[in-house]
Structures are given as C-alpha cells and as structure tokens.
C-alpha cells in the first residue's frame, strides 16, 4: 500500500518524538515533579532502633520523607533516595536487588546497591547518607532522629563519619 503524504508526515514526527525521547532518557509519571517524592527539609523521627534490628530495607519513608531506611543487623543508616546523577528519585527492585533510578536510557539508567553504592548508569557516587542520632521521643522513649538536611558522601570518604550510620546493638 503507497505511503500517502500525510501518513508519511505523522511516521515521520512519531520518529523524531521517539529519538529525542530517547536522547534524554525514558520518562515515566514520576518524572512530573509534582508525582515525586522528594527529600524531607526538616528533621524527623523513625521510631525505636529496636525496630530496625531485623536486617533488610524498610520502605515506611519513601513516599513521605524521600529516604531508604537500611538495616545490617548490626548498623542502621538512612539513605537519601535522590539519584546521585540529576536528582531524579529512585526505586528499589526487589528481584534484582538494587536501587533504580526513574530515569532509564542510555543518558541515565542508574542503579545502586543495598548499601548505596552506585553500579551501572551515569551516576559517578553513591546514594548520600543522612544524619542520624537518638533523641528523646513524644513519648519519652529513644528514638531516631534523621536529619536529611545534613548528608554524607561516600566519595568524600564522609562515610566514616559516627553521624552517617548508626550502632543497632
Ligand atoms: S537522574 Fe538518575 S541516572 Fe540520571
């Protein structure tokens, strides 16, 4: 069947949408702003550390506050769930175990370890660490505060900083 001009004209605006598309990296909902989860700007409280003594990824700040709660076992630190490439957010992937970051393609595409540590795509850092501390509670009780407006760089060897994870035991 012949090519008519019009049909020629939409083919040929669908393919140059898709190649910019593809330049700048697949955008999902998330990457409106509006639908992103965004770091906190102020303190905030995540409950006992008794609660975290179970090692894994807690979830429960993710949508709220912008941040990845980890948990070793042994020590607990608070990730910031900002990609460390432009600023989009991050997303974990249970089956492969790791940390996506929204914005696929060849531009971007990055992923990150359990622990932060960037391993495919254009971000060149880890996932930052956010401050934490224990404080008193409404209750009285000791609980964890984090602090997302004072962060800790791995490249900048700010990991070993007592403020950037915290003993479970
Ligand atoms: S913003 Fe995350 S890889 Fe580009």
Redo the contacts with the bound molecule.
Sequence with gaps: MPLTRRAFTILATGSIALTVLGEQ?FAGPMDNPANRPSLAKEPFNIGPKSKYKEAGLYQDFKKDKGVWVVSDGKQLTVLSAT?T????TTNWNDGKKQFQ?E?QGP????TFDLDGTNTA???TRPLERCSLKLVKGANGAEEVEVDPTTRFRKDKDEWSNPASSLPLG
């Design positions: 990296g990609c490439h432009i600023g989009a970051c914005r531009k971007h595409g990055s795509g254009k971000a």
